[in-house]
């Protein structure tokens, strides 16, 4: 809970630690109310170390402590001080190594908050990262002092049969009284937050892995029995990450023992722990029937993104928590090639930039804005931001871009090769990739001290006499909190040319030879670039691939943008250019309903939807993409004031609209595309089941007897999740007369699969029909709801905050004081998932005067209210701000 006056922790403040902890020896006694700790730990003082205090003092937090001893010879009451957060030891050794034993007692059970070890079910688990070994021991909990851990466990028999640690496995043995014990030990030494251990009832599926260099490797997944038969994609994912990361990285495993445990309480996706991942189910269990494509594809993504820590986070680290980007936007860039790899190139690269510019960009515009690098913190926790991880991956990106991939690739080798076993900054990284390529980064690290999504102008001049084509960008960083007149950034600003028949125009610049593609490196605020030979005016294809995390400000005409749809050769562009288009005719129907005028549908996006409609696409979820109109959060953030009601009415107007004129071309496709298949995961089933659902979403807007029986029968003959939630979602977004029976039924059929039953509350929370915020409030009293669970919360409460503009945003401010109510009793269980949930309030500025009054003060209630988080009121104060 919040001291008086929560600290704020400076990056520039940073200092080495005063002490190194080379070993810790840690034996838990296993009990799930009361598990006692002792902790012997090897240390010394560290001779880099300038500082003059003679003190040692350890982190620790709702700690009972039972006993220090150094050196063998128990400490009396006046040779140490215990605060609520700390223990300091007087008059530490300042020559030679020291054992110092700590004994201290916890109460998983208790602990609701989910950070260090606690009660999940019936199994006793961990979280340390960022700060939550101190809930366990008291320790130097800082990621740039590094142990070798062995770790013991002890515990019931029958509650606790399997017991597991980082590292590998050296000695078990029994004990009297049902009891037994196991030894780890981790060879490599680590930060505390990679520390993990897992007691339960678990159930395990093994596999094996050969390494490039032949060694074997044993794969275990750990799960509650009942869910042994939904654990074969993890594993694939598993194979397939640690293969291609040798491929592609030349990473090799290095322990014999890779472990995965997926358990149902977990703050949020996954965990990196040396040698013992902890996952959260959800991004673990999958079975056809169970789990949709995009949870199949999420498993792959997330189980891939902790795999590859192991070198990008776990031999090579973060030297303090303001480094976070280095590994986790790293990580996430490689995650991203993988999946790109693995299925659609394409489609992943939009569904990463759809995300990044509907929420990553809110985020950067708005007042908890800060650099991928943060300079100051209160919570570090609330640190794990999509600007940490996804601009972060960006920013890694462009690296990638500027070097190209050899280079890039050089930069990582010496990277991992300098830092191998260190704990080292962002600029570490840079300089690397520097020395690997002899160039000069400097301007490019701006990227990572500025905050603020840049606006890139762009502007083209054509002289038909000496056949030039002149391009001048300019660009400009809005203000963020406490930064102003920004210096320009490094930007590559990839493009490329069509000619007037649509065909690729080739890129003479600078006298170098004529190239398809180039990357055009802007460093300056406005900057000219001369393409030279061209006999007619060509279209440029501006930031293909989305080269930069940047918005820009262009203006095209509808025509233009259609020509773009049909023959732009890079995959994201086009999409770009359908999203544009779209997002044009809405935004004008948007001006239609502010103005009280009748609606009509542009034709252009008539003929642009049947010209895709008549061509044969080999990639059927890239033409998927091409079809779906760009979602609500996106029209949002194209809005100077958001107006919700008007951005959904014109959106389904058009939807509807389109369905209307196209009915006999979605009709053919769902038919076309429709097997009642139980849900294979490949490229090409997954690709039919997505061009017909989103047939399906276009038909059901129609609400004919015709459109509703075909979601009936779909919903009824369903073998799959993928097409049982699809259907399900069209008759829940409509007036079906089924709805009720459906939700019943499907409620029958899964109650006993939680993760599923998240999807219920979910689809039911994020209903833009009529009634919707009765029913969230019915549903938060459901047996099946549990402010306990984060997926459930997330669920319902996140679902409908962050995912039902329509009635979150209610005139009346009755979703705004829901959210509030919900935040404040989750604050008192679990205070991370209770500022996540304050997210939500952040965009206040962005609407009307109205809703802003009733956000404000809904956020103001929050702050008031006693005893709230440091995690939360941090949250909350700072988007009040
Ligand atoms: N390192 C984990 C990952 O793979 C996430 C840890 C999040 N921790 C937190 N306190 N939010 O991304
Ligand atoms: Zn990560």
Known sequence: MRDANPQTIYLKDYSVPEYLIHEVDLNFDLGEEHTVVVARLTLQRNPQSQSPNQELTLMG?????????????????????????????????????????????????????FEGLYQSSTMLCTQCEAEGFRKITYFLDRPDVMSRFKTTLVADKDKYPVLLSN?????????????????????????CYLF???????????????????????????????????CDHAMQSLKNAMRWDEEVYGREYDLDLYMIVAVGHFNMGAMENKGLNIFNTKFVLARPDTATDSDYEHIEGVIGHEYFHNWSGNRV?????????????????????????????????????????????????????????????????NFYTLTVYEKGAEVVRMLHTLLGGEGFRKGCDLYFQRHDGQAVTCDDFVSA????????????????????????????????????????LRQHCPDTPGQT??????????????????????????????????????????????????????????????SAPVIVKMQRSLEELAFLLSYDSDTFNRWEASQQLAGQVIADLIADIQQGRELTLNPVIVEAYTKLLEQQWDDLSYFSLLLALPDESYLASQMDVIDVDAIHQAREFVKKSLAERLQAHFLRLYRENHREESGQFDAGAIGRRRIKNTCLHYLSTLETGDSQSLSLRQFEGAANMTDQMASLSAIVNSRH?????????????????????????????????????????????????????????????????????????????????????????????????????????????????????????????????????????????????
């Open 167 to 191: 590292g590998n496995k050296v000695e078990q043995g029994e004990l009297a009284g049902n009891r037994h014990w196991v030894s780890w030990e981790d060879p490599f030494a680590k930060p």
């Open 485 to 546: 007149d920004k210096p320009p950034l490094h930007i590559p600003v990839k493009i490329g040319l069509l000619n007037s028949r649509g065909q690729v125009e080739l890129i003479k610049l600078d006298g170098r030879p004529p190239v398809e593609e180039t990357v055009l490196e802007l460093t300056e605020a406005e900057q000219s670039f001369a393409l030279s030979g061209l006999a007619e005016q060509p279209t440029v294809s501006w930031l293909r691939g989305f």
């Open 737 to 881: 007369p089924a709805k009720q029976a459906c939700l019943e039924q499907f409620y029958r059929q899964w109650q006993d699969e939680d993760l599923v039953i998240d999807k219920w509350f979910a689809l039911q929370a994020s209903s833009h029909w009529p009634g919707t915020f009765a029913k969230v409030q019915q549903l938060l009293q459901h047996s099946a709801f549990d402010m306990k669970n984060p997926n459930r919360v997330r669920s319902l409460v996140g679902a409908f905050s962050q995912a039902n503009p329509v009635h979150f945003h209610a005139r009346d401010g009755s979703g705004y004081h829901f959210l509030a109510d919900q935040v404040i009793a989750l604050d008192k269980l679990n205070p991370q998932v209770a500022s996540r949930m304050v997210t939500a309030l952040t965009q206040w500025r962005r609407y009307d005067d109205e809703r802003q009054q009733l956000m404000k003060a809904v956020l103001q209630r929050i702050i008031d209210t006693e005893a709230i988080s440091t995690d939360v009121f941090e949250t909350a104060s700072k988007s009040l701000a």
């Open 196 to 230: 993990a251990l897992v007691a339960g009832q678990l159930e395990c599926i093994e596999d094996r892995f050969v390494t490039m260099s032949g060694r074997e490797i044993s794969l275990q997944i750990y799960v509650e029995a009942h869910d042994v038969d939904k």
């Open 61 to 113: 937090e709702d700690l009972n402590l039972l006993g220090v001893e150094l050196d063998g010879t128990a400490l009396h009451a006046q040779q140490y001080v215990q605060t609520d957060t700390s223990l300091t030891i007087h008059q530490a050794p300042q020559d030679g190594i020291f054992v110092l034993k700590i004994e201290n007692s916890i109460n998983p059970k208790a602990n609701t908050a």
């Open 317 to 381: 680290t973060c030297r303090d928590w303001f480094q976070l980007s280095l590994k986790e936007g790293f990580t996430v860039f490689r995650d991203q090639q993988f999946s790109g790899d693995r299925a659609s190139k394409a489609v992943k690269r939009i569904e990463d930039v759809n995300m990044l510019r509907a929420r990553q960009f809110a985020e950067d515009a708005g007042p908890l804005a800060h650099p991928i690098r943060p300079e100051a913190y209160i919570e570090i926790n």
């Open 433 to 472: 990739m520097e020395d690997a390529n002899g160039r000069d980064l400097t301007q490019f690290r701006r990227w990572y001290s500025q905050a603020g999504t840049p606006q890139l102008n762009v502007e083209q001049h054509y002289d038909a006499e000496s056949g030039q084509l002149e391009l001048t």
